[in-house]
């Protein structure tokens, strides 16, 4: 447990990508988590820190950010477990355009879920009946090992391939593909191979596992981009893409 | 290149990857075996020439060097150097060709 008087020596990003660092010394708490540690400062020392948040229990994904030096989910982030040392580095999460401080512009991340087809498209309509999906399925299976995403962009900012390639659609649009690939009830699964596939889809993606190794939700975009190649090479051998 | 010709430029590098696997492995064991046994070049030579096995064996190994290595070269250029498009495909078709072309004289060499 911290000492009442212990401070956390923390700098944080300010600006645009021209920006710097800013030093703040935050008192520690216990239990105290790196979004606590943002908002202390914004609320204490300068209103004008911009950051992003919304649910503060790890559901809706907005509140990553870079936390010294790996993305993390910050609001599911306890400082005693990333500062031993006490101190702290904030910045925003890496291969996203910076709008300022610690947010991020995310259009480019959920465009690419489109880009990816990552809409489920109904093969029946309201009047038909509800479709009776066997859970224990392998399609199944693999489809609800990866659907927990939670749009946060940890496995974007994480990407090297991203950062060499700035068209690949990244492994969150790609985990959402296959989860939609895997979708018995989905009719678009050729047009969705067709959409992921080649040099800015699953094919570009190095196997690095850095995605599966920072997602928060501790999920494997590694085994669903393997995935989406072996449907796309069976699809190809087969003549349908 | 359109996406369905980079899956299928994908398809090839792993293709020849799982050939390259063998290859290697195989030519690395005769070489260590003869090395060890104390063959002489030329008595390396007096089993590789006229042999229709280590004739077809060394071509395969090549085709699939040409095409496998030129491909991932044009992945490292794509990703490292930013260096895409025709001029980087013509690029690493010509190493391709170089290798074939140095290749299949190897081959010529030890086989015929």
Redesign the interface.
């Known amino acids: 447990m911290p000492r009442p008087e212990q401070l956390l020596h923390t700098r944080v990003w300010r600006g645009g990508t021209d920006g710097q660092f800013q030093s703040y010394d935050v008192p520690r708490q216990e239990s105290q988590t790196v979004l606590d540690v943002v908002t202390w400062i914004q609320r204490r020392v300068d209103p004008s820190l911009a950051y992003r948040f919304a649910c503060r229990v790890g559901m809706c994904g907005s509140c990553a950010m870079t936390v010294n030096g790996l993305p993390r989910w910050t609001c599911r982030t306890h400082v005693a477990r990333v500062a031993p040392d006490d101190r702290l580095e904030i910045a925003p999460l890496a291969n996203l355009p910076i709008v300022r401080d610690l947010v991020v512009d995310m259009r480019e991340f959920f465009d690419k879920w489109r880009e990816a087809k990552g809409q489920f498209v109904p093969t029946a309509t309201r009047h038909d009946p509800i479709a009776r999906v066997c859970p224990d399925s392998p399609a199944r299976r693999a489809a609800d090992a990866a659907i927990q995403c939670i749009g946060c962009a940890v496995c974007y900012a994480s990407c090297d391939v991203v950062a060499w390639n700035p068209k690949y659609l990244g492994p969150a649009a790609l985990n959402r593909a296959w989860t939609l690939v895997r979708d018995e009830r989905d009719g678009e699964r050729r047009q969705r191979l067709s959409a992921v596939v080649g040099d800015a889809g699953c094919h570009a993606c190095h196997t690095h596992t850095l995605c599966t190794e920072r997602c928060p939700m501790h999920l494997s975009p590694t085994t669903s981009i393997a995935g989406l190649k072996r449907a796309a090479a069976i699809a190809a051998l087969r003549g349908e893409l | ?8 430029v ?2 090839a590098q792993r293709a020849t990857a799982a050939v390259l696997a063998v290859c290697v492995t195989v030519h690395l064991v005769t070489l260590i075996v003869a090395v060890h046994g104390g063959l002489s070049a030329a008595a390396i030579l007096g089993r590789t020439r006229g042999s229709p096995g280590w004739m077809t064996f060394y071509a395969v190994f090549v085709v699939c060097a040409a095409i496998h290595a030129p491909l991932g070269l044009r992945t490292i250029a ?3 150097l930013s260096w895409r498009g025709r001029a980087a495909d013509a690029a690493c078709t010509a190493f391709g060709i170089v290798v074939l072309v140095l290749g299949f004289r190897a081959v010529a060499a030890v086989t015929l």
């Open positions: 290149m359109s996406p369905r010709g980079e899956m299928r994908w398809l794509a990703e490292w």
